[in-house]
């Protein structure tokens, strides 16, 4: 019978529709919010999602603290700990992201293992897979790991990387690997449970509002946040899923791909979107003034491919499509009147 789990970051993007996959499934949700003043609103979208919310439970817990975790792990079955900062401007200090990522897994993953939770899904990312590598053409696959040494390791990416093997670190001491699974998404985009529109749909957005004149040559793998919730409640269902790490993350588009699918389905919005992208060579040397270009200067151009056979066996089917889950971003913001 569906238990009790503790969805850490439950008032985000991921961390909703982690808690609405599971409420559909039967299961309790304990979701944890650093501010508890957006319990009713995160309790509101999931009830207009469908869900029974009367299996939803709040508590308040902060990655950089120990109140509360005990307590919030106490009589769940398992973890999903999906709580992490994730921002687009990097800060000067780098320990701003690291600290809390780190940090917040360790007492997450931590107070699992101690109230004998029987899965633990840690949310990584590409980020963690993918970066600090010289030009390659094969697709990166769960066997790589982020080089923190290499070229283009921003502080998100240390902060991802440091976090998923603080996780693996933590399951191995206690003997306990198989009880964890990892899931390194791409960037996320997909309908939208309430306003916030997260870090990865504000580009969509910033496209749609016609911000981009021209597309920064920036490429990145996307998926669908559908994919990514129901990966996270494969990873916990399934035994042999257990330490092991899954790449689900699609197609990599370019800005412009990005911009010429969204073209195709709002006309209405056809005259913002860029048709056309910005040379590498300009884009580095804006770089040098641009805060956002600036930390992705080292990958501009570049793609990254990861293979998705673990992802898709864990799902049991292909990943659906990069560009329709852009559609279905776009889809939202203009149905919420976000842009």
């Not at 490429?219 to 559908?226: A, H, N, P, T």
Request: net charge positive.
């Amino acid at each position: 019978m569906p238990g009790r789990v503790l969805v850490t970051g439950v008032s985000g993007f991921v961390g909703g529709h982690i808690a609405r996959v599971l409420l559909d499934a039967g299961y309790t949700v304990r979701g944890s919010v650093r501010d508890l003043g957006r319990a009713d609103g995160m309790r509101a979208a999931l009830a207009a999602a469908g869900c029974d919310v009367s299996r939803f439970e709040v508590v308040a817990l902060d990655l950089l603290s120990d109140a509360g975790w005990a307590a919030a792990a106490e009589g769940c079955d398992h973890l999903q700990h999906v709580a992490s900062p994730f921002v687009i401007r990097m800060p000067k200090d780098r320990g701003d992201l690291v600290r809390p990522a780190v940090e917040g897994t360790r007492r997450a993953v931590s107070a699992a293992l101690a109230a004998g939770a029987r899965r633990l899904v840690v949310t990584s990312s590409i980020a963690a897979v993918v970066y600090g590598h010289s030009a390659r053409t094969q697709p990166f696959t769960e066997a790589d790991w982020t080089d923190l040494d290499g070229p283009g390791v921003t502080a998100y990416t240390e902060s991802k990387t440091r976090a998923e093997r603080e996780a693996w670190s933590l399951a191995e001491a206690a003997g306990a690997r198989d009880r964890l699974a990892v899931i390194n998404p791409g960037a996320v985009l997909g309908p939208l449970l309430d306003d916030d529109v997260g870090t990865s749909g504000d580009l969509v957005r910033r496209l749609l509002a016609g911000a981009m004149p021209i597309a920064p040559p920036v490429v990145l793998g996307y998926v669908d946040v559908r994919d990514v919730a129901a990966a996270h409640l494969a990873a916990m269902e399934r035994p042999a899923a257990g330490g092991r790490r899954f790449l689900v993350s699609g197609e990599t588009l370019s800005l412009l791909e990005v911009a010429d699918a969204l073209r195709a389905s709002f006309p209405a919005y056809a005259r913002r979107l860029p048709r056309a992208e910005m040379p590498d060579w300009l884009a580095r040397g804006l770089a040098r003034l641009v805060p956002s270009l600036r930390d992705a200067a080292a990958e501009i151009g570049r793609r990254k491919p990861t293979d998705p056979a673990a992802a898709e066996w864990l799902l049991g089917r292909p990943l659906l499509p990069a560009r329709a889950a852009a559609v279905a971003t776009a889809r939202s913001l203009v149905e919420r009147k976000l842009v």
